[in-house]
């Protein structure tokens, strides 16, 4: 095949004066050839015919089929190609083999090109220094971390400037309101500033559903107010209209993830470690936006002089059971404050419960799809009371607090009839109120080793005796000369 730089070449050594021969010669050709390409005036890319849409090089398989297809694919804008390849290939079953699939690919690619819906559009936005910020949680699970070897699930709620892209974060366990106004008050007082606008998605903590008049709950408002920030929501399931936090979400996960691959291990050796890993993560990713950073600074709007409290502050009566309801879930107090209203002040990862002025109760705040949490130093003194409550106690689960007693409790049901069993395991519970759980956990680890009768009794004895219990596994690692392998080394190559 002749191309366009041998023709060029051709007319080249002809206008220096060379006979056809010669040039045709240098050029490759023959004389016949360069004759042809010395008397056109366009080069042989320009005697390409154009393929019209309908040149084909062999016959349609679709062609039978194809109007069925189309009609598909006009009623069902999603439909993949791959998905009503193999509905054809259900229907007609002798017409389609799998390695005609690429080509069908190719032909529905090209009807959605000439012939399909029009496609959505994205409209490039430009960003102003200081005008917009945006935040949302991301869901951290996919990225395995762990925390002295239990799995670590937690979101980060993240937050970013537009025109810089400057970001920051914090681990959270919930896309709570308060999350919500912990994690954005301690972005703006990290930035030093307060932009115009502050933009999420349509997160519940913080927008009303569409039939209500008031677009932001109340709370999310005083927040907004605080700060003198005018807020900004999305549509619902339009991420786009958040995208640079989604794409600041996909950017530094992966970020994460290679610096993960780095550090060698996913493991952390407490949650202050990994928050230390994060916190110099982020600070590398803004290094390079020092300088458009700078520039929003300078016309962010001052804070106002304090914080808001980053807490729900709410009143609820205890229950005769000794609990309470919080977001529809349920919290164990002590039994004193039954019939009593208490103050309740909800936080991002714990909630203080206050009586008169005085805080009484600090408990862990749940999350995820557990329901409860009941602490059984507060109802252990009743249940030792009432025993037969606990065969059926609704919230049987959490008296288990570690899994030795659980074993224990089953071992006890082997020997002995379900009161029996319930009894002893009372008195075990009440023992590791009154006294110290781990070691109680401990003494029933070491009678269940040796097969020993498991009583309360016994582990009371064990703790007084004051003796301290076996490890687990005594494991000896001898010490290794290095000298060994010098000598190895010598001998191989001796």
Known sequence: MITDIQVKKLKKYLSQGKSLEI????????????????????????????????????????????????????????????????HLQREHPVSFADGQLRTFQRRVKAWRATEGPSREIYFPQEHKP????????????????????????????HFVLTYSNWETGMVCFSESFEGLSEGLQRSLWEIGGVPELHQTDSLSAAVHKPENPEEFTSRYQGLLDHYRLSGRKTNPSSPHENG???????????????????RGSRDFCSRKEYEGFLWKLFAQLNRGRQKRFREEQAVLRPLPAKRLEACTRMEVRVGPSSTIRVKHKVYSVNSRLIKELVDLRLYPEHLEVWYGQRLVENIPRICGGKRHHIQYRHVIDWLVRKPGAFENYKYRSDLFPTSRFRMAYDHLCQRHTVGVAAKEYLALLQLAARENEAAVDDALRTLIDQEEPLTAAQVAAILDSGKNTESITEVLVQTVALTRYDQLLQEVHG
């Open 130 to 157: 200081g005008r917009l910020c945006q935040s949302d949680f991301t869901h951290m699970a996919k990225l395995r971390i762990s925390i002295d070897g239990q799995p670590f699930d937690h979101l980060v709620f």
């Open 244 to 262: 640079d936090i989604e794409q600041r979400h996909h950017r530094f996960k992966k970020a994460v993830d290679q610096a993960l691959l780095l």
């Open 23 to 86: 040039a045709s010669r240098k050029t490759g050709m023959d004389e016949k050839t360069g004759r042809k390409y010395r008397d056109l005036v366009k080069l042989p890319s320009e005697l390409k015919a154009e393929r019209s849409r309908e040149w084909r090089t062999r016959e349609d398989p679709f062609a039978d089929v194809w109007m069925e297809a189309q009609t598909f694919l006009e009623n069902n804008d999603g439909l993949e190609a791959k998905t009503l390849f193999a």
